[in-house]
């Protein structure tokens, strides 16, 4: 029995080897297994981090800088670099002058004050007009910068700036050119047809041109212009301000004589000649366009009329 039993227990004993052995095993190869995957999953995390964090410019040291490392940043491309500004020229700054600052009759009162201070009967006699040399052309357009006093000619100027650079400084140089000097013609003309027997100097047909043509540049630009009615306003004040002073000199002979149909003329010009030759920034249809081709013919009829009936009287009083 003591056989037997030592024998049982033996058999006990080894299954529980047998079990426990077993079951060590298996945890050995789970936990092997366990750690295998761990292992991997750290090392994966290892190199993607150190791909991230570590730059792709070398570290280089410096011992004399203020921090122990510095990058290195990249070189700029040269086509980063912003472009250098070309250097301004004499010719850049006479182009800016001529397209964009009014000048046309700032050098216009410039000359008609030099004229005014010398002061010779020589340029008197060679560009007054007269109605008795209209083969000169030249005096269609002289005769402006001649005056008779100083208010004469200061109230010229000043008009003439006062009215002309906005115009000039919106419409361009050369339409304001013509209108002005268009007018004076046209004033010249009216004075040689209606008073033949006048001397014709001053600038005041050009000046009504100038004045009368704000009136088509105001309605064609109306939508867009600055200061429309005040504008207005002064081409009325101005307007009222002269036939007051014409009155007075009619009423008064003993003062200058007023070429009155130079007046007239001058201003009709500067509303057709503004019709004709000003630009609007919205109207540009066909209609606009017959309208400013009619204004032109209207203002080439009546020089040519004008100038033929001239002609035809000078030459008749000759005889």
């Known amino acids: 029995d003591e056989e037997e039993e030592k024998e049982e227990e033996g058999r006990k004993s080894k299954k529980n080897s047998i079990s426990y052995g ?3 095993q ?26 991230i964090d570590t730059p792709e410019t070398p570290i280089h040291s410096h011992s004399d800088a203020p921090c122990s490392h510095l990058i290195n940043m990249p070189e700029k491309d040269e086509g980063d670099e912003l472009p250098h500004p070309e250097p301004v020229t004499a010719s850049d700054i006479w182009k800016h002058m001529r397209n ?12 008609q004050i030099c004229l005014f201070v010398l002061d010779r009967d020589e340029f008197f006699r060679l560009l007054v007009f007269s109605p008795h ?3 000169e052309i030249w005096r269609f357009l002289s005769y402006t910068l001649l005056h008779q006093n100083a208010i004469h000619l200061a109230l010229n100027v000043a008009i003439q700036i006062f009215l002309g650079i906005p115009l000039e400084y919106e419409q361009g140089h050369w339409r304001v050119f013509v209108v002005y000097f268009g007018g004076a013609v046209a004033g010249a003309l009216g004075t040689s047809v209606f008073e033949p027997s006048i001397l014709l100097i001053g600038a005041s ?3 009504y041109s100038i004045l009368m043509s704000h009136i088509p540049h105001t309605v064609i630009n109306f939508k867009n212009i600055r200061y429309r009615f005040y504008r207005i306003i002064c081409v009325i004040i101005l307007c009222t301000s002269d036939i007051i002073y014409t009155l007075i000199h009619v009423t008064y002979g003993d003062l200058p004589k007023i070429g009155i149909s130079a007046h007239i003329l ?11 030759l000003f630009q609007s920034a919205t109207q540009r249809d066909s209609k606009f366009k017959r309208i400013q081709l009619a204004a032109g013919a209207i203002y080439l009829t009546w020089l040519l009329s004008s100038f033929t009936i001239s002609l035809v009287g000078s030459h008749v009083s000759r005889m």
């Open 26 to 51: 298996k945890a050995g190869k789970r936990m092997s297994i366990v750690a295998a995957l761990m292992s991997s999953t750290f090392s994966n995390k290892e190199t993607k981090n150190s791909q």
């Open 133 to 135: 040399r209209i083969l």
């Open 100 to 111: 964009y600052i009014p000048w046309i009759l700032a050098v216009t009162s410039v000359i």
């Open 22 to 24: 077993g079951d060590g």
């Open 266 to 276: 001058g201003a009709l010009s500067g509303l057709v000649l503004g019709t004709a």
């Open 205 to 207: 047909a050009g000046i």
